[in-house]
T-cell receptor
Framework: EDQVTQSPEALRLQEGESSSLNCSYTVSGLRGLFWYRQDPGKGPEFLFTLYSAGEEKEKERLKATLTKKESFLHITAPKPEDSATYLCAVSPRAGNTPLVFGKGTRLSVIA | DTEVTQTPKHLVMGMTNKKSLKCEQHMGHRAMYWYKQKAKKPPELMFVYSYEKLSINESVPSRFSPECPNSSLLNLHLHALQPEDSALYLC???????????????FGPGTRLTVL
């Protein structure tokens, strides 16, 4: 069964304290892995797509990396405005298969 | 422009009411989706439309009725809902569905639905 596990469930950082969020996946072939940011009561905002192991993508203070079993979202020198829930989702290779979402990591950055 | 719009932003309805949620995208995407999201949970897929045809219905109760009038619009008709149907309803779109492309889904802001 296709599965996505995100850790930690919640993370509290001081402003400027860099850290990483983890997304582990087991799927029957990977077409793509997606990171989203979601603020409370709003729709997920697309951040990155990663296609193959070794790929990296960056946007401002965020950097996403991918291996054959997991992805990391590195946050460098976070600011309070980075506080949100970060969702990871995978698109399995098999047929018309919906995205499989992780449960998310709730990030709080304290000034 | 990667914008998906949804109306209304908030909706309160009784269990005997009939209402509709609307979604629009102008990115030329051929796939559109409805998701339901409960607090502190990930989005849960309800329906997928591809080229204006229903491709997936994730065993959603018939009190939810989707409609895709054209490639830019997606509606969700609601009738005789239950209080447990209260949630954030999200619309999303992507370039394609079920093809080889690695299709990012772009989400709208959601409709916060409360069923009394």
């Amino acid at each position: 069964e296709d599965q996505v596990t995100q850790s930690p469930e919640a993370l509290r950082l001081q402003e400027g304290e860099s850290s990483s969020l983890n997304c582990s996946y087991t799927v029957s072939g990977l077409r793509g892995l997606f990171w989203y940011r979601q603020d409370p009561g709003k729709g997920p905002e697309f951040l990155f797509t990663l296609y193959s192991a070794g790929e990296e993508k960056e946007k401002e203070r965020l950097k996403a990396t991918l291996t054959k079993k997991e992805s990391f979202l590195h946050i460098t020198a976070p600011k309070p405005e980075d506080s949100a829930t970060y969702l990871c989702a995978v698109s399995p290779r098999a047929g018309n298969t919906p995205l499989v979402f992780g449960k998310g990591t709730r990030l709080s950055v304290i000034a | 422009d990667t914008e998906v719009t949804q109306t209304p932003k908030h909706l309160v309805m009784g269990m005997t009411n009939k209402k509709s949620l609307k979604c629009e995208q102008h990115m030329g995407h051929r796939a559109m989706y409805w998701y339901k999201q409960k607090a502190k949970k990930p989005p849960e897929l309800m329906f997928v439309y591809s080229y204006e045809k229903l491709s997936i219905n994730e065993s959603v109760p018939s009190r939810f009725s989707p409609e895709c009038p054209n490639s830019s619009l997606l509606n969700l008709h609601l009738h005789a809902l239950q209080p447990e149907d209260s949630a954030l309803y999200l619309c999303a779109s992507s370039q394609d569905w079920g093809l080889a492309a690695y299709n990012e889904q772009f989400f709208g802001p959601g409709t916060r639905l409360t069923v009394l």
